[in-house]
C-alpha cells in the first residue's frame, strides 16, 4: 500500500515522543544540562505542579515515577523532562514529519552526550487525531457484530493492541470526542517496541523511523479509501 506523504486539513492533534530511563542524576541537574543545550529555542520553562508534593512522597509514589517536573516551551514544541522521563511533542500545531524528526534527534543527542541517561527502559511513540464533526466508525475499516448483525457504536471508545514484528501498537479510537467544545472523533495510535533498548542511542535512527513508519501505516489502513479521498492525500 502507498502511503501518503501528507494529508489535508491535518489531523494531528498531538504528537509525542517519551523516553524512560534510568538515571542516576536528580530531575533538577538533568533539566540545567538539557536546557543548556537548547534554551535557544525554548525560551519558556515552567516548574510543573508535581514539584508542590514532598519530595519524599514523589519518590514513594508509582505513580509520581514518570511524572515530569519542568515544562519548557518553544515556538512550535514542548519538551518536558523529570527524574526518569523526557518527552517532546508539537505545539500548538504538527510541524510535519521532517521538521520534528530533526528536533526528536536532536534532543536524543543532546542526552546522550550529557551523559544523563544510564539505561533507556520505554520509548513511546504517539499520534493523537482528531477529525470534528464525524463519526470515524462510519469511516474506517472496522466492522462489530451483535446478536450476528451488524453493529454501530455510539458514543463508544475502543482500546486494542496490535502486534507487529518489532512494535506493539495501543490503537483507540472514540466517536464522542470534544476539542474546543467541538465534537468529533479520535483516532489515538501509541507505539512502543517490543525489543530491547540496551543499544538505544546507537539506534536511536531506526528506532524512531520505525515507529513512525509503524503508526503511520496502521493510521492509513484504518481508513476507508472514499473517505480518504476527501482528506486530499498528497504522494
Not at 541537574?29 to 514523589?58: A, G, Q
Not at 484504518?222 to 476527501?230: A, N, S
Request: aromatic residues 12%; charged residues 25%.
Amino acid at each position: 500500500m502507498q502511503l501518503p506523504k501528507r494529508i489535508s486539513p491535518c489531523p494531528i492533534i498531538d504528537a509525542i515522543v517519551e523516553l524512560r530511563f534510568e538515571s542516576k542524576i536528580s530531575a533538577s541537574v538533568i533539566f540545567s544540562r538539557i536546557y543548556n543545550e537548547i534554551d535557544s529555542e525554548f525560551p519558556k520553562v515552567d516548574t510543573l505542579p508535581v514539584m508542590n508534593i514532598p519530595e519524599n512522597i514523589r519518590k514513594s509514589d508509582p505513580n509520581l515515577r514518570y511524572q515530569p517536573h519542568y515544562k519548557l516551551i518553544g515556538e512550535k514544541y514542548i519538551v518536558q523532562i523529570g527524574p526518569e522521563m523526557i518527552s517532546f511533542s508539537c505545539s500548538p500545531e504538527y510541524a510535519g514529519w521532517e521538521n520534528f524528526s530533526k528536533t526528536i534527534y536532536n534532543l536524543i543527542k543532546s542526552l546522550h552526550k550529557e551523559k544523563i541517561v544510564d539505561n533507556v527502559t520505554r520509548f513511546g511513540f504517539r499520534y493523537v487525531n482528531f477529525f470534528p464533526m464525524l463519526d470515524v466508525f462510519e469511516n474506517i475499516e472496522f466492522n462489530m457484530k451483535l446478536n450476528q448483525k451488524d453493529f454501530t457504536p455510539k458514543n463508544s471508545l475502543i482500546r486494542a493492541e496490535i502486534e507487529s514484528e518489532n512494535y506493539i501498537s495501543t490503537l483507540q479510537i472514540s466517536n464522542s470526542a470534544v476539542k474546543n467544545n467541538v465534537k468529533g472523533s479520535i483516532i489515538d495510535i501509541d507505539v512502543i517496541p517490543i525489543f530491547d533498548l540496551k543499544n538505544f542511542f546507537n539506534d536511536s535512527i531506526s528506532i524512531v523511523e520505525g515507529a513512525h513508519n509503524t503508526e503511520k501505516e496502521l493510521f492509513f489502513k484504518l481508513l476507508k479509501p472514499e473517505f480518504l479521498r476527501t482528506l486530499n492525500p498528497e504522494y
